[in-house]
């Protein structure tokens, strides 16, 4: 045995008569508080509890069963968009102290960071990981940091990533206190359906939730919102809380503000439900020639095709009926003027469309604007037109590199067209009836991406129809999509739909009717269109364009959003009778199909 090494016992005694030696000459410093233990601070990392304590972007977030690290559940988070699917929380941290997060996380690109620190805000990340991973990090907080948030997010465009038993380590800091409730509650810009909301910054508020009538109907980030989906004419009630991770404040004072009056888009003489179809009287092409006189009494609304430009920037509109040459059962135009007479004394509307496949319109100067309402308004007044159809495809329609907010548009195309077409509503009074037929790709594509881009490189296309049907949607009759001629669309579920079923329809349609964030940005929310503005664009027959539905699956398209049965598994936002009707391209391939696609609509609304 060694000599310096003394028994156990004897040890522990002689460190006792030490210690207090030195506590009885003054050499350990009285009442030093000991260092706070590490602990887990984040709260339901695991996501056992579903998604509380966490606030994901867009909806971009779910719990899953499968995959799972530990436990049953585990993340899920979809990128949509110029929405990277962040999802992140709030959490109380000591100053000046050392923290290590951890995840596993599993599938597309995946990223962990804390931001908020005081001192350097740190990430890590893995691509596409087919197997569980653990990503570290970790971090010193600042001399005064009470709270950072921790995050994680995909990458834009790539696959859903999953995250599972998250760890904050570290020593806890005083409990946070929910905020005060929020001051200057003010109602701004009202539409018919949506009214602004703005107030002023509370002090330890991350985040603020949004109440109508004593509901809760959103919750955002910053000191402003836009709540949608109201009634025209109708007013109502508004207050803010402001929450942390502590909970939520008190609300506000209340505020009112009365929606504008609806309707305005001149269809108050259109049936409950209305059939909508083309008539193709300038040209022919496979389907034959339909004389106005012959379109049967089942079309509520006919558009006639085309109004077409004499230069892609020119503005300068004509409408002609076809040549002899191609259609020779075509009437004089005296007969043909007589024939839209008599549909409009039946009750019947009947439109000029510009635009069309062929006919590139692009109003780039104001010069052009002019032009247009001039052109335009000399075809109306010539035919004796019940109003304007606005069917602008291909490349008529884009955004210039930086026009990021559908609810201020800047490029002069954008601008010129919504001047244009207020011009005319103007001119022309309250039963001026406007519709438009935008594809897909310049409508719902917006619930992802939004011209080019943050970074560019997008199409300047997506989604460049929705600051025109934004500015005019107090003056618009009716919206109806094209459901055709499309890829597979986002719908809200974060899942691509494909066009042919009622699926595609039911998910298009519902992101008119319940609103969408553009690009995923939820401070720029598309307001949700009155049912009766809606319509569902289809092709009437297989010949007629990509995207053919069976009269069974537009059935069951119809059934679901106004009824809420056969819905397949998409689940709607709202159920919507007053939903509008149908729109088919066209009235001549219908005729050329035995009259299946108004037969079946005919049977469906008992007309």
């Not at 018919?192 to 809760?216: D, I, P």
């Not at 179809?277 to 020639?289: D, M, R």
């Not at 159920?575 to 391939?589: D, E, F, K, V």
Request: with cysteine.
């Amino acid at each position: 045995m060694d000599r310096t090494t003394r028994p156990p016992a004897l040890r522990v005694v002689l460190t006792a008569l030490m210690a207090a030696a030195l506590a009885a000459t003054g050499l350990v410093a009285a009442g030093r508080p000991a260092a706070a233990a590490d602990t887990d601070l984040a709260r339901n990392g695991g996501f056992e509890s579903g998604l509380d304590g966490w606030s994901c972007s867009a909806g971009s977030g779910t719990v899953v069963s499968t995959p799972v690290h530990g436990g049953t559940s585990a993340l899920k988070a979809t990128p949509a968009g110029q929405d990277n699917a962040k999802c992140s929380q709030a959490v109380t941290v000591r100053p000046d102290s050392t923290y290590t997060l951890s995840a596993w996380v599993q599938g597309g690109y995946a990223y962990l960071g804390a931001s908020g620190t005081g001192t350097t805000d740190v990430s890590t990340w893995t691509q596409s990981a087919g197997t569980w991973q653990r990503l570290t990090t970790s971090f010193r907080t600042g001399a005064a940091t009470a709270s950072v948030t921790v995050y994680t997010h995909g990458w834009y465009g790539t696959p859903a990533y999953h995250v599972d038993d998250l760890t904050l380590m570290g020593p806890g800091g005083d409990p946070v206190q929910p905020p005060a409730a929020p001051t200057g509650l003010t109602a701004g810009a009202t539409t018919s359906t949506t009214v602004g909301l703005s107030w002023a910054a509370a002090t330890g508020a991350t985040g603020y939730t949004v109440y109508r009538n004593g509901t809760k109907v959103t919750e955002v980030s910053g000191t402003s919102a836009t709540v949608t989906g109201l009634a025209p004419s109708t007013s109502y009630s508004f207050q803010v809380g402001a929450t942390n991770a502590a909970g939520e404040s008190a609300k506000s004072p209340a505020v009112t503000a009365t929606t504008t009056g609806g309707g305005g888009g001149g269809g108050s003489e259109l049936p409950a439900h209305a059939l909508v179809g083309y008539l193709h009287a300038s040209f022919a092409n496979g389907s034959g020639y339909t004389r106005m006189a012959d379109v049967p009494g089942s079309w509520d609304v006919i558009n006639l095709a085309f109004g077409e430009p004499t230069s892609v920037t020119s503005g300068d509109i004509r409408f002609s009926l076809c040549p002899v040459g191609e259609c020779p059962n075509v009437e004089s135009a005296a007969d043909f003027k007589a024939a839209i007479k008599a549909k409009q004394a039946a009750g019947k509307k009947v439109l000029i469309s510009i635009g069309g496949q062929n006919g590139q319109v692009q109003l780039a100067t104001t010069a052009a604007r002019d032009t247009f309402v001039s052109s335009v308004s000399k075809i109306i007044d010539e035919y004796g037109l019940d109003g304007l159809d606005i069917d602008f495809e291909g490349h008529s329609l884009s955004l210039n590199t930086g026009d990021s907010d559908f609810r201020s548009p800047t490029t002069p195309v954008i601008v010129n067209l919504i001047a244009a077409l207020k011009s005319l509503k103007a001119k022309y009074g309250e039963d001026f009836i406007l519709t438009m037929a935008p594809e897909t790709f310049f409508v719902q594509l917006g619930y992802q991406f939004y011209g080019s881009g943050q970074w560019g490189g997008q199409d300047p296309r997506a989604g460049a129809y929705l600051p025109v049907i934004h500015a005019l949607r107090d003056d618009l009759t009716l919206l109806h999509v094209q459901d055709y001629n499309s890829g597979p669309v986002m719908g809200l579920d974060n899942q691509y739909h494909s066009m042919g079923g009622a699926d595609f329809h039911i998910a298009m349609t519902d992101m008119l009717l319940t609103g969408f964030p553009v690009a995923g940005n939820l401070s720029r929310v598309f307001p949700a269109l009155r049912p009766e503005q809606v319509a569902i664009g289809l092709p009437a027959s297989v010949n007629a364009g990509n995207g053919h539905t069976s009269p069974a699956e537009v059935d069951k398209a119809l059934d679901c959003l106004t009824k809420r049965t056969n819905c397949g598994s998409y689940q709607t936002h709202g159920t919507w009778p007053a939903l509008r009707g149908l729109m088919t391209w066209s009235i001549n391939w219908d005729r050329f199909g035995q009259w299946e696609f108004s037969r079946n609509f005919d049977a469906y609304f008992g007309s």
